[in-house]
Antibody, heavy 120, light 107 residues
């Protein structure tokens, strides 16, 4: 059974940093691209970042470029999101998701989500 | 960026009815359209990808159609567990934009 379990969320002050983790199991982690998707309270879904199966390629939405870094440790089957210079508008539930690339790009498994609140 | 416009924003229906949700892309996405269902307090669940391909384990009362810029999700014979929010997603290119969602409520 595919499982994605996020951790590392909580309350953080504006301008500070936070690192999210996502432990994957039930599939061969290093065969799949992975992603983070967020959802602000009572709002819709927003793609945040994507990393290729081997970590060689990363992609970000414009609003987080230069502030967030997606990475992975295939030996540990773990995905990360380093979030720096956090802003109030980054407040959201962050989901780890497995990204499929054929025949289109879509997220077939999602974690339960972890809440990040940016507030003083 | 490709903009995804969903309609309606909300929809009230009864058990047993059929409903259709539409998604309009700001440019041709060549069938690269994805649908998700999300229940309150839960993570999204994949329903359909490639505009028409039903994910394994999803009931056949769900179906997708469309091409170019216009896509639809149809749910036949609504069941109590279908009352949830539904999102479409651009599956063509980054940024993978989502529609704003359609909340399906019990009438």
């Amino acid at each position: 059974e595919v499982q994605l379990v996020e951790s590392g969320g909580g309350l953080v002050q504006p301008g500070r940093s936070m690192k999210l983790s996502c432990a994957a199991s039930g599939f061969t982690f290093n065969n799949y691209d992975m992603a983070w998707v967020c959802q602000a309270p009572k709002k819709g879904l927003e793609w945040v970042a994507t990393i290729s199966y081997d970590g060689s390629s990363t992609y970000y939405r414009d609003s987080v470029k230069g502030r967030f870094t997606i990475s992975r440790d295939n030996a540990k089957s773990t995905l990360y999101l380093q979030m720096d210079s956090l802003r109030s508008e980054d407040t959201a539930t962050y989901y780890c998701a497995r990204l499929r690339v054929m025949p289109t790009y879509y997220f077939d498994y999602w974690g339960q989500g972890v809440m990040v609140t940016v507030s003083s | 960026d490709i903009q995804m416009t969903q309609s309606p924003t909300s929809l009230a229906a009864s058990v047993g009815e059929s409903v259709t949700i539409t998604c309009l892309a700001s440019e041709d996405i060549y069938g690269s359209l994805v649908w998700y269902q999300q229940k309150p307090g839960k993570s999204p669940q994949l329903l359909i990808y490639g505009a028409t391909i039903l994910e394994d384990g999803i009931p056949s009362r769900f179906s997708g159609s469309g091409s170019d810029t216009q896509y639809s999700l149809k749910i036949n014979s609504l069941q109590p567990e279908d009352f949830a929010s539904y999102y479409c997603q651009n599956g063509l290119s980054t940024p993978y934009t989502f529609g704003a969602g359609t909340k399906l409520e019990l009438k």
